[in-house]
T-cell receptor, first 113, second 112 residues
């Protein structure tokens, strides 16, 4: 069984600044993957970034990067140079292979102009 | 780039009716997943298929069934619909080795 916890229901950041969204997880799997998804008001689920648990190097995708602390079971998302288009609900998720993903409750990110 | 296609995009049904949702995965993706997202909720995993065989099962009610066909498209069949089944239903697909799940736009089901 897997659990994913996002302790920040809502975060607010000024445009162009940096924000970090927190996520902790628990899993009995030895091989698993971690993801951050963005869900804007359109309700489309957009994959932001992926981390393989066996890789020590933190994943990076342009302005998005993660801080993966395997021992602490922590997987935070850092958004640099925040833009108005980053405003959305962000979900942290874990899963393995062809198994379904377990999502956290989400963090609503507000970008202040 | 081609994305996951879901049809219909919106569906209105009455209680006790049946509904069928369709999903067409990204070309060359061999795994399909179904999720249900209620209002203000996170997506809940229902069921997945790899190479046309059921791969994993989540919180799918017994009233629901699904399958994956030879062309890799998948259908979610929902019977005896209840008001609580009103939700956004996502299909996602991935290919073996990547396991990045790409989501379709969703089907919004309203049960009245």
């Amino acid at each position: 069984a897997q659990t994913v916890t996002q302790s920040q229901p809502e975060m607010s950041v000024q445009e162009a600044e940096t924000v970090t969204l927190s996520c902790t997880y628990d899993t009995s799997e030895s091989d698993y993957y971690l993801f951050w998804y963005k869900q804007p008001p359109s309700r489309q689920m957009i994959l932001v970034i992926r981390q393989e648990a066996y890789k020590q190097q933190n994943a990076t995708e342009n302005r998005f990067s993660v801080n993966f602390q395997k021992a602490a079971k922590s997987f935070s998302l850092k958004i640099s140079d925040s833009q108005l288009g980053d405003a959305a609900m962000y979900f942290c998720a874990s899963g393995g292979g062809a198994d379904g993903l377990t999502f956290g409750k989400g963090t609503h990110l507000i970008i202040q102009p | 780039a081609a994305g996951v296609i879901q049809s219909p995009r919106h569906l209105i049904k009455e209680k006790r009716e049946t509904a069928t949702l369709k999903c067409y995965p990204i070309p060359r993706h061999d795994t399909v997943y179904w999720y249900q997202q209620g209002p203000g909720q996170d997506p809940q995993f229902l069921i997945s298929f790899y190479e046309k065989m059921q791969s994993d099962k989540g919180s799918i009610p017994d009233r629901f069934s699904a399958q994956q066909f030879s062309d890799y498209h998948s259908e979610l069949n929902m019977s005896s619909l209840e008001l609580g089944d009103s939700a956004l239903y996502f299909c996602a697909s991935s290919n073996e080795g990547s396991y990045e799940q790409y989501f379709g736009p969703g089907t919004r089901l309203t049960v009245t």
